[in-house]
């Protein structure tokens, strides 16, 4: 069986961020600025056909009810359960320009930009620039041209 389960970073072109989702537990998130994936819990689910709890995509650490904390009449010994339950049977398609994960009715879908970077050397009218600070600017995305 394939492994599912990888994180990959979806990232705006140009952008020193990214939103990382795809490996279990809290290990993704949107990082701005960071050399890592941001370690958040990223919930993405729903409430369960049953009573009391929610289901979702496993990308977060287990969640206990913590209303008994400040509930006095819950403060018995009772075990603490979990509030969100991750899915089981989860299915994924990683693609160059998206990401879709899906189990039973619920899809969930990351769309990311990919563009082609030109040859510097190939492009025409290139010598009009004469530092590498000018060539890396006309390679830079242009908010008219996205």
Request: glycine share 8%; aromatic share 14%.
């Amino acid at each position: 069986m394939k492994n599912i389960f990888f994180n990959a970073h979806h990232a705006p072109i140009g952008a020193f961020s990214s939103f990382t989702l795809g490996f279990r537990g809290a290990k993704g998130g949107l990082g701005l600025e960071l050399g890592k994936p941001a370690d958040q819990n990223v919930f993405i689910g729903l409430e369960s056909k049953k009573d009391g709890y929610y289901e979702a995509f496993p990308f977060f650490k287990g969640v206990e009810d913590e209303s008994a904390r400040y509930d006095i009449e819950k403060a018995t010994a009772e075990p603490k359960r979990e509030v969100i339950v991750p899915f089981e049977n989860i299915g994924r398609d990683y693609k160059l320009c998206s990401d879709k994960f899906w189990v039973d009715d619920i899809t969930y879908t990351i769309y990311s930009q990919a563009a082609s970077v030109p040859d510097p050397d190939k492009l025409q009218n290139l010598s009009e620039f004469d530092t590498q600070a000018e060539k890396k600017y006309i390679l830079t995305p242009k908010k008219d041209k996205i």
